[in-house]
């Protein structure tokens, strides 16, 4: 309250400090000015430079009127002074409320104060004291207010209403309350007619379905639709999506993001990055593209995928919902125990089944696996078994020339820890295997049977068991140069192989 009347104090003694005009330089400037009529009081006191009205005053300037109990007139200043029950209106749609009133007609500005209410259309303004220009038809207050717009309350320190336009900029400290969410913002511009907020600083939107933050954008509270930008930042309950851009329509559960865009699934424990994607929350479902990165979360250990684009799915079944990512064009995955590349793949969250189309390539330590399709079986997050089929081939490196092979029709591998130690090749078993002790290369086996078992310790095979039907040769170490010694199909592709997170976007 002090502090409003040392502010109606600085208003007064401004106006009445412009010296007064001679008679004759009143009477030219006042050529064209309207002066302030009074249409009604029950008492006038007083003539000259100032006059007292009492009771029941009513007074008009241009198109402006104002009604009062009392009032002090000055007409040679063009200003008035109105007190207790002070009503201030133009047209037929805004009202200003408060205990006094100081109008200044020259400047056609007002200064109101003492628990002042100003109500436009659908919206009714609270705050200590309003300074109001007339002529360019702005409302400000700069001590706190609250705005009620039908389900909206908004509160904030500085305001300014432009009433033609019916929008208001509200600075520090603004809160906006909705019955499904609650608003923070720093800056914030807010259209009452089409009910939309502009984010002009540091934002946040709280609701039951809805958490959303960035630095600027907007939000359409009446259709609940946002654009968020600059650190833009939504969790949906389901998803948690970040991005430099974001436009989410919470009704459809619809959302598009653009660069540096990731979105999070804590239940599912993946993540999804990239710089363009479109989302759905039901049923759930995403598609990211543009550097897209696929990242599997099982405590320190991480499985990261890219490729060319990324879709997940969620697949209504009888027994329970379960999601399905797709991975298109240039697939690589990387992880600390395993490594692979193909051209496309699958992942249910079904069966835990990684499924690699054309081409596809494990390496797993010192082995490299391929086949003409295959799949991983994972459990508890973790690799479990795989399966290869067709031309199934594994390829252990033993320098630089030479290389232990085994292939078959199908081949099975087997996992503890997430570490290959077992591998059954089914199937027209073959077999090239440089037999080495204590350091020293002393033949190299060349054999064929049906089956074949190899287990492997610390990443390297260690035995192998020939099943059903062997048959071979144990050739000197020279007996033919080790490029020669090649299975058919054999190729090796170390060149290709991901070395670390980071690799998996190499071409």
């Given at each position: 309250?002090?502090?409003?009347?040392?502010?109606?104090?600085?208003?007064?003694?401004?106006?009445?400090?412009?010296?007064?005009?001679?008679?004759?330089?009143?009477?030219?400037?006042?050529?064209?000015?309207?002066?302030?009529?009074?249409?009604?009081?029950?008492?006038?006191?007083?003539?000259?430079?100032?006059?007292?009205?009492?009771?029941?005053?009513?007074?008009?300037?241009?198109?402006?009127?104002?009604?009062?109990?009392?009032?002090?007139?000055?007409?040679?200043?063009?200003?008035?002074?109105?007190?207790?029950?002070?009503?201030?209106?133009?047209?037929?749609?805004?009202?200003?409320?408060?205990?006094?009133?100081?109008?200044?007609?020259?400047?056609?500005?007002?200064?109101?104060?003492?628990?002042?209410?100003?109500?436009?259309?659908?919206?009714?303004?609270?705050?200590?004291?309003?300074?109001?220009?007339?002529?360019?038809?702005?409302?400000?207050?700069?001590?706190?207010?609250?705005?009620?717009?039908?389900?909206?309350?908004?509160?904030?320190?500085?305001?300014?209403?432009?009433?033609?336009?019916?929008?208001?900029?509200?600075?520090?400290?603004?809160?906006?309350?909705?019955?499904?969410?609650?608003?923070?913002?720093?800056?914030?511009?807010?259209?009452?007619?089409?009910?939309?907020?502009?984010?002009?600083?540091?934002?946040?939107?709280r609701g039951d379905s809805l958490d959303a933050r960035c630095n600027r954008g907007w939000y359409d509270t009446k259709n609940e639709i946002s654009l968020l930008l600059d650190d833009a930042f939504i969790d949906n309950k389901k998803q948690i999506v970040t991005g430099d851009s974001l436009y989410y329509e919470s009704d459809k559960g619809f959302g598009t993001a653009y660069y540096d865009v990731?979105?999070?699934?804590?239940?599912?424990?993946?993540?999804?990055?990239?710089?363009?994607?479109?989302?759905?929350?039901?049923?759930?479902?995403?598609?990211?593209?543009?550097?897209?990165?696929?990242?599997?979360?099982?405590?320190?250990?991480?499985?990261?995928?890219?490729?060319?684009?990324?879709?997940?799915?969620?697949?209504?079944?009888?027994?329970?919902?379960?999601?399905?990512?797709?991975?298109?064009?240039?697939?690589?995955?990387?992880?600390?125990?395993?490594?692979?590349?193909?051209?496309?793949?699958?992942?249910?969250?079904?069966?835990?089944?990684?499924?690699?189309?054309?081409?596809?390539?494990?390496?797993?330590?010192?082995?490299?696996?391929?086949?003409?399709?295959?799949?991983?079986?994972?459990?508890?997050?973790?690799?479990?078994?795989?399966?290869?089929?067709?031309?199934?081939?594994?390829?252990?490196?033993?320098?630089?020339?030479?290389?232990?092979?085994?292939?078959?029709?199908?081949?099975?591998?087997?996992?503890?820890?997430?570490?290959?130690?077992?591998?059954?090749?089914?199937?027209?078993?073959?077999?090239?295997?440089?037999?080495?002790?204590?350091?020293?290369?002393?033949?190299?086996?060349?054999?064929?049977?049906?089956?074949?078992?190899?287990?492997?310790?610390?990443?390297?095979?260690?035995?192998?068991?020939?099943?059903?039907?062997?048959?071979?040769?144990?050739?000197?170490?020279?007996?033919?140069?080790?490029?020669?010694?090649?299975?058919?199909?054999?190729?090796?592709?170390?060149?290709?192989?991901?070395?670390?997170?980071?690799?998996?976007?190499?071409?």
């Open positions: 309250m002090a502090q409003i009347k040392v502010i109606r104090l600085v208003v007064l003694i401004t106006i009445l400090s412009v010296p007064y005009a001679s008679s004759v330089g009143q009477q030219d400037s006042n050529k064209g000015k309207k002066k302030i009529e009074v249409l009604h009081t029950d008492l006038m006191k007083g003539s000259g430079e100032m006059r007292r009205l009492l009771g029941n005053v009513r007074l008009k300037h241009k198109e402006t009127f104002m009604n009062c109990d009392s009032a002090h007139l000055y007409p040679n200043k063009d200003f008035v002074e109105t007190y207790s029950r002070v009503h201030i209106f133009k047209g037929d749609t805004l009202h200003l409320y408060g205990e006094y009133l100081l109008y200044d007609s020259e400047s056609e500005f007002a200064y109101i104060s003492d628990s002042v209410i100003l109500i436009d259309n659908k919206t009714t303004l609270y705050t200590d004291h309003i300074d109001y220009d007339l002529r360019k038809e702005t409302a400000k207050y700069t001590n706190g207010g609250k705005i009620i717009n039908e389900e909206n309350t908004l509160t904030s320190i500085i305001g300014i209403y432009h009433t033609k336009s019916e929008i208001f900029n509200f600075k520090d400290s603004v809160v906006l309350v909705n019955p499904d969410y609650t608003m923070y913002s720093d800056t914030l511009e807010y259209n009452t007619i089409t009910e939309v907020a502009y984010f002009l600083g540091p934002s946040r939107v990731t979105i999070r699934d804590s239940e599912q424990e993946i993540i999804v990055k990239g710089n363009e994607s479109w989302y759905y929350r039901d049923p759930e479902r995403f598609m990211i593209t543009d550097s897209a990165q696929f990242i599997q979360v099982n405590d320190d250990d991480f499985l990261f995928l890219h490729a060319d684009t990324l879709r997940s799915f969620t697949i209504a079944d009888t027994a329970r919902d379960y999601r399905l990512v797709k991975a298109y064009y240039g697939c690589r995955v990387y992880s600390e125990d395993l490594q692979a590349k193909c051209d496309s793949l699958s992942y249910s969250f079904r069966d835990s089944v990684i499924r690699l189309y054309q081409d596809p390539v494990i390496w797993s330590d010192a082995n490299q696996l391929f086949a003409d399709s295959m799949l991983l079986i994972t459990k508890n997050q973790q690799m479990h078994k795989m399966e290869l089929f067709n031309n199934a081939f594994v390829i252990e490196e033993v320098d630089s020339s030479r290389y232990n092979q085994l292939k078959g029709r199908n081949l099975y591998g087997y996992f503890e820890d997430n570490k290959l130690h077992k591998i059954e090749i089914r199937g027209n078993s073959e077999k090239i295997y440089f037999a080495v002790e204590e350091n020293e290369l002393v033949g190299v086996d060349r054999s064929t049977c049906v089956n074949m078992d190899i287990y492997i310790d610390d990443g390297k095979i260690r035995e192998i068991y020939m099943l059903d039907s062997p048959q071979g040769t144990l050739d000197p170490p020279e007996f033919k140069l080790p490029s020669l010694r090649r299975l058919e199909n054999f190729s090796w592709y170390e060149a290709i192989r991901p070395k670390n997170r980071y690799d998996i976007f190499r071409k």
